[in-house]
């Protein structure tokens, strides 16, 4: 009997390895297969087993992991989501874990992360920035869910102050419990440290062995309360044998408290060597506390620097305005901004940020859209000009109609493409994930072989030696160090990247973009302005030019190409007549046909022609070919079957394109432009552009096998390109790269968006690529280098060459402070110039 499950919680092999592993030892069961892709258990039994059984064993296991019926719930494909209740007040309510232990999952409130034990951080996003509350400063007690006035003095409401973030109630928790421990431990340290004075004053007014109890006393606060969270982290790493810092943390020093404690309670129970010369043994109360004091200042060092990583996000939801001014009825009105609805129309006063994204309907001004695009230079809007979500206004007001309202915004959108990227991993990661998988084991097993080569090779007191030595080990070990390296680099880029117009869709693109040596271009819209139009219509038959343009106009009036629009447009503009078309077909690559007035009508390329079998005149042709050498694009027109005219098209080359091509040649990068235009158009913009490498008339799937053979050849090659045509090339290509001004079938096929759809956006992104990637390597680097270094010393390598002993004390601080380093490097990425 075989039965197939759903799994629910896995992230790695490691996951899938041991919910195999438990799921093998039901009883009954033969055999247990998982697959991690597809997130299902098959099952081979003898008799049926009840699914609550395997339910049972996996809570038992760890309660990381479920296990359903297949189709009993709707997950996704990584399975890594759970559900978020997002309340007023109390955040966002979806929450990660800053090493992604788990991958993307999140949950739905705060508290500890159950692979590594850290805190879990808050996603930010525009959930708590919309859901705004106004209260009235005279009269607190008033609460209203939009803004008016003060039903009791008549004041302006205003915004209430939100409640504070997950990030600083963790930060404030943890800086109470500080000051408590330090308030406990420096007593401890100083009575400690007077043993090493020849007179110890302490001892005239007590005898030593009372101090150890005042000690213990001392201690109690400190380890039962302030770092009693360490010591549940260690415990449940043990038992879900996800092992970890807490895991050395805990051990190290609660062996040597435990020790301490035992060591006063039963004093003849030890050698000679680890007692004093007046019969009392040697108690750690002070290496215990101040351990664990300086791993707990490391943890609120590590809280507020988690703060400043997601900076860009923040700064982002700053942008979105609490209210916004709806005319209606010839009025204006104040509401909230998430009362805001598509179709509304909004005024929009000098100075003030634009609250959702739609298009000017009346005025004019000039709007810095600096912090979307990254551009400094403000924009000049008119009517039918799309303004967007939290730029803002010039010195002009102008009334705007809202067509993208919450979650459709592009700000919005924005936000949630780099809290995606922030928590996505990076190829480079897979590295310190191996090595940190058989990290703590490793460790422990030198800490027990240090105390065993103390012990039997160490001068006397040799067993002191070996403890302290072997505790000294296990807390300055940092596995943190190397989980942080590369998500904190990866989430700090990924909001510098947003800054600037930059969107990286996750940590793989922002990685392989360092590596691209070939850069695949689309022509229109992706070097040319994509705003095309229209310079003649030309007959050379007996139909009139007017006629011509009824015909391609009412013909492209079903087509998303830009051309399309453009002709559409001109149509307009002279006034033709746009009519009903039947048996509309747009012929991927070669152009649009179908039937206008009962006569078959084509406009497109040669190729079109060809397909048809139409023949071109050498009147016509060298008409065409006369225009297409001026680096203009021609398509012709057939009407029943018969080549009777053509239309020229221009579109302006954007001004950065030539000086963006040039910088990334200079990095070594090889340009290709890949057009579905003609030849000789192709050969006048590459020409203009300085491009050594280009083809033209290229069909979708003449961009994709040509993207296919550079990778064969051992290339990576990023493609950038704003058409649906591109999606295919864009999807297959190392790096995809979509213009922002481009469909949103290309850029959903793309790693990369440039809001502003420039390719010095793809200069910027390949330096922001190679910043990150440059700024993960340091932190490996440093944190491999430490573990290194630190681990040896504390065992006590330099010892028989220079008498040296790393102190636990010294070796907690430093542990500390080496995931504090890590980020503070991360951190300099908010400064890079790309």
């Avoid at 598509?342 to 929009?348: A, E, I, S």
């Avoid at 139409?614 to 060298?622: D, F, K, M, V, W």
């Avoid at 690529?769 to 944190?783: C, D, R, T, W, Y």
């Amino acid at each position: 009997m075989k039965h197939t499950y759903h799994i629910h919680g896995m992230t790695c092999n490691g996951c899938r390895s041991h919910v195999e592993d438990t799921l093998s030892k039901v009883k009954g069961v033969l055999k247990a297969t998982v697959d991690l892709e597809k997130a299902e258990a098959t099952i081979e039994m003898d008799s049926h087993i009840a699914l609550e059984t395997f339910q049972e064993a996996l809570k038992n296991d760890s309660g990381r992991y479920s296990i359903h019926n297949l189709g009993d719930h709707n997950h996704t494909k990584d399975n890594s989501t759970t559900s978020v209740d997002i309340k007023k007040g109390q955040g966002t309510g979806t929450f990660y874990c800053p090493m992604h232990c788990e991958g993307e999952k999140t949950y739905d409130k705060a508290g500890d992360c159950p692979v590594c034990g850290m805190d879990l951080v808050e996603e930010q996003n525009l959930s708590n920035t919309t859901t705004t509350q106004w209260t009235c400063p005279m009269h607190p007690e008033v609460i209203k869910d939009e803004p008016g006035a003060c039903p009791i003095c008549g004041m302006d409401l205003v915004p209430l102050e939100a409640d504070a973030s997950a990030e600083d109630k963790t930060y404030n928790k943890l800086l109470k419990k500080f000051w408590i421990a330090v308030a406990f431990t420096v007593p401890i340290f100083l009575i400690a440290m007077s043993e090493m004075l020849s007179n110890n004053p302490l001892y005239t007014v007590l005898e030593q062995k009372t101090w150890h109890w005042i000690q213990f006393v001392l201690s109690i606060p400190v380890v039962f309360y302030a770092t009693w969270m360490f010591f549940t982290r260690a415990w449940t790493s043990i038992k879900t044998r996800n092992f970890n810092m807490f895991t050395l943390i805990g051990i190290g020093s609660g062996i040597a408290w435990l020790f301490s404690v035992f060591a006063m309670l039963f004093p003849d129970l030890f050698p000679i060597d680890f007692k004093t010369a007046d019969g009392n043994v040697f108690v750690y109360f002070e290496a215990a506390t101040v351990i664990l004091t300086l791993v707990l200042l490391g943890q609120l060092l590590e809280a507020k620097a988690h703060s400043q990583t997601s900076g860009a996000i923040k700064e982002l939801l700053k942008l979105v305005p609490a209210t916004a001014t709806l005319v209606t009825e010839g009025e204006d009105k104040v509401i909230a901004i998430d009362k805001i609805e598509q179709g509304n129309l909004l005024r929009v006063k000098p100075g003030e940020k634009i609250p959702v994204d739609g298009s000017i309907v009346e005025g004019q001004s000039s709007i810095d859209e600096s912090m979307i695009s990254g551009e400094p230079i403000p924009v000049d809007k008119v009517v039918a000009d799309k303004v967007t979500s939290g730029t803002i206004n010039g010195t002009k007001s102008f009334v705007m109609k809202a067509e993208k309202v919450g979650s459709e915004t592009l700000l919005s959108q924005i936000i949630h493409m780099v809290n995606n990227a922030s928590r996505s991993k990076a190829p480079i990661q897979k590295l310190a994930d191996k090595i940190a998988k058989y990290f703590v084991p490793t460790v422990l097993l030198v800490s027990i072989i240090t105390f065993i080569l103390w012990a039997v090779f160490g001068p006397e007191p040799a067993y002191v030696f070996a403890f302290v030595n072997a505790i000294a080990v296990l807390i300055i070990a940092c596995p943190c160090a190397l989980g942080l390296a590369t998500p904190m680099s990866v989430m700090v880029g990924v909001g510098r990247g947003a800054q600037s117009g930059v969107l990286i869709k996750n940590a793989e693109a922002l990685e392989t973009m360092n590596k691209v040596d070939v850069l695949i271009v689309d022509k229109t819209g992706t070097i040319t302005e994509g705003k095309p139009s229209v310079e003649k219509v030309i007959a050379v038959s007996k139909i009139e030019q007017e006629l011509l343009l009824h015909y391609i106009a009412s013909l492209n009036q079903y087509s998303e190409h830009p051309l399309a629009e453009a002709i559409v447009n001109y149509g307009k503009s002279k006034q033709v007549a746009i009519t009903k078309v039947n048996d509309f077909e747009a012929v991927a690559g070669k152009g649009v046909i179908g039937t206008i007035d009962n006569k078959k009508v084509a406009l497109g390329n040669a190729k079109l022609l060809e397909q048809f079998s139409i023949s071109i005149s050498e009147n016509l042709a060298s008409q065409v070919i006369a225009e297409q050498e001026q680096g203009k694009t021609v398509s012709y027109i057939t009407v029943e079957n018969e080549a009777v005219g053509y239309v020229t098209i221009f579109d302006a080359i954007k001004k950065t394109s030539q000086e963006a091509i040039k910088q990334l040649q200079d990095n070594g990068i090889e340009v290709i432009m890949l057009t579905g235009d003609n030849k000789n158009t192709a050969k006048a913009v590459a020409k203009q552009l300085k491009l050594k490498h280009y083809k033209a008339e290229c069909l979708p799937e003449d961009k994709l096998n040509e993207i296919k053979k550079l990778q064969q050849q051992g290339k990576v090659v990023a493609m950038a390109g704003d058409g649906i045509n591109d999606a295919p090339a864009l999807a297959q290509s190392d790096v995809g790269i979509a213009m922002g001004t481009g469909t949103d079938v290309a850029i959903e096929s793309a790693t990369i968006t440039l809001v502003k759809g420039d390719l010095q956006g793809i200069v910027k992104a390949k330096n922001l690529s190679h910043g990150v990637v440059k700024n993960i390597q340091q932190n490996l680097f440093f944190a491999f280098v430490y573990n290194v270094i630190g681990v040896p010393i504390a065992a006590g390598i330099l010892y028989p060459f220079f008498g040296l002993l790393l102190s636990p004390m010294i070796a907690a601080l430093a542990m500390s402070f080496s995931s504090v380093s890590v980020i503070a490097n991360a951190l300099r990425l908010r400064n890079i110039k790309i």
